[in-house]
Structures are given as C-alpha cells and as structure tokens.
C-alpha cells in the first residue's frame, strides 16, 4: 500500500471513533428519571442526597423551583388586611430583579442540588412562584425578565431559541435509536388566561408547538411535564372550602389536551406534575387507548404536613384520607392509606430496557428515598390502541379512573365541606352555650351578693 492508503485509513478511523465517541455521549441510555418542585431556596433541602443516590441521568424541575414572590403577613384586621372577602392589599407581591437573581443563586448553590448538577443533567419548566407571583398567568408584567432568569438558572445556552420564544417550554429527546425518551415540558404561566375564565392555558403558539411534538416521529417513552395537575380535579372535591390550581380548572382545555393525546396514537406516554405540597399518583382511564398516568411530586422542601405541628400530622393524613377522588390510584403498597404523602418527596421513573416487555416504575419517595407511592406498569400497557373515547366514556362513565369527581354524589363530594360546617356549627353552639352559662353564672351571684348586702 502507497502511503497514501495509510493516511486514508487512519484519517478514517480516527474520524469514525470520534463520531462514537459524540454519538454516544449524545445518546446515553436513560434508565433513571428524578423529578421534582416546590423547594424554598431558604429552607433546608436534604432531600438532595436521596435524589443523588437514586443516581438519574435527568433530572426534571417541575416549578416553584425557588420562591421569588414576597408573601405577607396574614391579616384579617387592620389597615392591610391580606385574608378574607374583606381583604384590600395583596398576600402575594412580586420581588425586583435583583432579589429574584439572589434568590436563584442561593438555589444554585446549594451544596446537594450543586453534587446533583455534576452527573446529571437538569432541565425545566416554572410554576407561579418563580414565574414571579402565586397563582399569576399572562397579565404578569415582568414575565419576560423571569423567563431570562429561569433560563440562565438552568444554564440554557445564550444562543438557545428558548431563550427568543414567548415562554419557556421545551422538549427533549433522549436515549439512543430503539429506546428513545422524549420529555415534553410545558409553559402553564406566560399565556395563561385568568382562573375561572375556562380560558387558555398554553396560548396558540404552545398549542401549535405541541402539536408537532407529539406528532413527532415515535418514541418508547413521553413524558409530559405540567406544573399544575393535569388528571385530579381536587378543586371538585375542596371547594367551597379552598381551589387549587390545576388543568380541570380550564375543562376545555384539558379535553383539548386529551383529544390531541388520542389523535396523535402516541404510545408510552404519562404524565408529571408538582404544586399541591403533597405526592399521589392518578390515572386516567377515559382518555386515550391506555391508562394515563399522572405522577406528582411536590415537594423538595414544601409540603403539607410540614405547617401544622407534629401531633395534627395525623389529622392532615386522616383530611387527606377523606377527601373524595375517582382517580387516584390506591393500593396497599402506599406509605399511608389515603395513599398521599405530605412530607418532603421527589418522584423517581425507573425503566427497564432488558425487561420483556419493557417494565416502567413510577414511584414517589421520601426524604431517605423510599417509596411512598408508585406505579408498575410495563410499555406494552401503554399502547395506543384502536380506540374510541366517546364509546369508552358511555360504557365506563361510572367506574373509578373514567368518571370526573364533578360526577360524585354531593354527599360524597362535599363531604369535606359539610364536616368543616359541622365542627364550625358544634364551635359556635358550645361559644354560645358557654356565653349563655357564663351570663347565667354571673346573675345568680350577682343577686347572691344582693342578698348578702340586704
Ligand atoms: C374541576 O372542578 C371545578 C370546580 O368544582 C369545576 O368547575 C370543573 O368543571 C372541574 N373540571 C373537570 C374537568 O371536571
Ligand atoms: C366514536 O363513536 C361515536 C359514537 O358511537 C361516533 O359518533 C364517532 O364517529 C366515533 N369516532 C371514531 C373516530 O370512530
């Protein structure tokens, strides 16, 4: 051979190994998913080391990933009140820019999320809190400044046409060719219509993004990431007492989201959320070919049981336990019997690529990353199949998993409702009944002393 050939040839192998080399860092296989939201960039967040053993390739922030708004005092009296139907000054105010960057960097440096950082790669999406102000949609003015600061916190790159479109959802395809993982984050804040006006939730540039992914080329798996609640309408079943946000608050949209699910026959598909300080996991039944899961994890510091004292926690997990739904998804391997946890938490997606067929575990864990909550299902389960949602619905309407918690029996559906009317009724009749014994006390010995002076 000429020398010619011999530098052709090394010229060749160098150049294949080092596209081995680029191929295979781009498409590592993922087996392992964290996830999570909700964490006070203030408070401790020793959850970090279970995450960190729970070892993820990905790990997704599914918002409130530090909490910029400024929260005031709780006041029903006085000059700002900030609670009640009498209420003139808000409880929620935005931070300037300046405090929200501290606050970001406070969050970055935290030693556990810091370790995290070196082996994982971390994306994300924002929920009300680091969108700036609780409960805010796209009436917020400082949206466009937030979006930058979300972005640089999640080291986006600078030339990143995220950082160019209006709002900050994204997606990703991971994994190599066979076994490919697509994760779909959503934008639920920057075109949000007002609550309670069944408006948009992700604006017609979301939605026509939307679109195309999931008609994207076929993936073995795709998450879809929601801040808020897509499957438990929990709302249905709180109210009049309090309503948490979440995507049954928006009914059209929703049906618009589940309609697009169907159309696009996407298999292995489920969803995470975060928000609501609590973990469970519901499954819907009544949407598309195959049992869609929702897993929420929330959260990585907030959560519920956290602002009573130690001895209500039981009092929290027997609310919990009360409160009525048809979509949770209840078994004997949960932590607790209302098969919620209100403790710190984090969600965890194992997938088992040798398994045939494929195996899925969706589990919620606690702080020593043990399971609380979870799901085994395999791919083969989440299989689009030929199926018509409108003759599902007729044939399943009353079954757990198909029918809506608007759908309950009001007995059951405000039950909550109706016992926080009962203890407020027994409170008020014991404060009369103790006033009227008090007053009664106080004449018999007023004109005892009468008497005596008689
Ligand atoms: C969720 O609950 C709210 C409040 O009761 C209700 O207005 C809404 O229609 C419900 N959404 C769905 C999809 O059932
Ligand atoms: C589904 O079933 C309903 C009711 O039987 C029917 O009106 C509708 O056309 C069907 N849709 C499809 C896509 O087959």
């Known amino acids: 051979m000429g020398w010619k050939l011999w530098w052709w040839w090394w010229w060749w192998l160098t150049a294949a190994a080092v596209e081995v080399a680029a191929e295979s860092a781009h498409h590592h296989l993922v087996t392992r998913i964290g996830f999570g939201s909700c964490a006070n960039q203030g408070a401790p967040q020793p959850i970090w080391n279970a995450i960190i053993d729970f070892d993820p390739q ?7 990933n530090i909490y910029g708004d400024i929260r005031r005092p709780f006041k029903i009296f006085g000059k700002e009140r900030t609670i009640g139907p009498w209420r003139n000054s808000p409880r929620f105010i935005p931070s300037s820019e300046q405090e929200m960057k501290s606050r970001y960097g406070k969050a970055k440096s935290n030693p556990g999320y810091s370790r995290l950082r070196k082996n994982t790669k971390v994306i994300g999406t924002w929920d ?24 640089d916190f999640l080291g986006e790159p600078q030339d990143s046409p995220r950082r160019k479109q209006d ?66 309408n929990l709302s249905a079943t709180t ?24 159309d696009s026959k996407r298999d292995g598909m489920f969803f995470i959320s975060g928000d609501v300080h609590f973990g469970e996991i519901t499954r819907y039944d009544c949407a598309t070919g195959y049992p869609l899961y929702d897993v929420t994890a929330s959260g990585i510091t907030q959560a519920v049981e956290k602002v009573v004292p130690q001895p209500l926690h039981l009092l929290v997990r027997f609310l919990a336990w009360l409160t009525p739904t048809t979509m949770r998804v209840m078994d004997h391997n949960c932590r607790y019997r209302s098969c919620t946890y209100g403790l710190p938490n984090f969600g965890a997606v194992e997938i ?26 395999s791919l083969s389960e989440l299989q689009a199949r030929n199926f018509n949602s409108s003759i599902t619905k007729k044939t399943r309407e009353h079954q757990r998993h198909c029918s809506l918690e ?4 009001w007995i059951v559906r405000y039950r909550l409702a109706i016992l926080a009317s009962c203890a407020l009724a027994i409170l008020v009749i014991a404060l009369i009944g103790g006033v009227w014994a008090a007053i009664l006390a106080c004449r018999r010995c007023g004109r005892g002393l009468k008497r005596k002076c008689d």
Do not use: C
């Open 128 to 151: 009300d809190h680091d969108y700036g102000l609780n409960d805010a949609g796209k009436e917020f003015s400082r949206k466009v400044t937030n979006q930058r600061l979300l972005l």
């Open 239 to 262: 109210g009049p007492l309090f309503y948490m946000e979440s995507w049954g608050r928006f009914p059209k949209e929703r049906d618009r989201l589940f309609k697009l699910i169907e």
């Open 352 to 377: 088992d690529w040798n398994a045939a067929p494929v195996t899925l575990k969706i589990e919620v864990r606690d702080v020593n990353g043990n399971p609380v909550v979870g799901v085994a299902t």
């Open 58 to 64: 990905v790990f997704i922030w599914l918002g409130d």
């Open 167 to 232: 709002g900050v959802y994204a997606s990703y395809t991971l994994g190599p060719i066979g076994r490919l993982v697509k994760v779909i984050l959503l934008d639920t804040r920057y075109h949000r219509d007002p609550l309670r006006s069944d408006g948009t939730i992700l604006g017609s540039s979301q939605w026509e993004w939307l679109e195309k992914e999931l008609n994207s080329s076929p993936t073995s798996v795709t998450i879809i990431g929601s801040s808020i609640q897509v499957i438990s």
């Open 406 to 409: 608007v759908s309950l029996p």
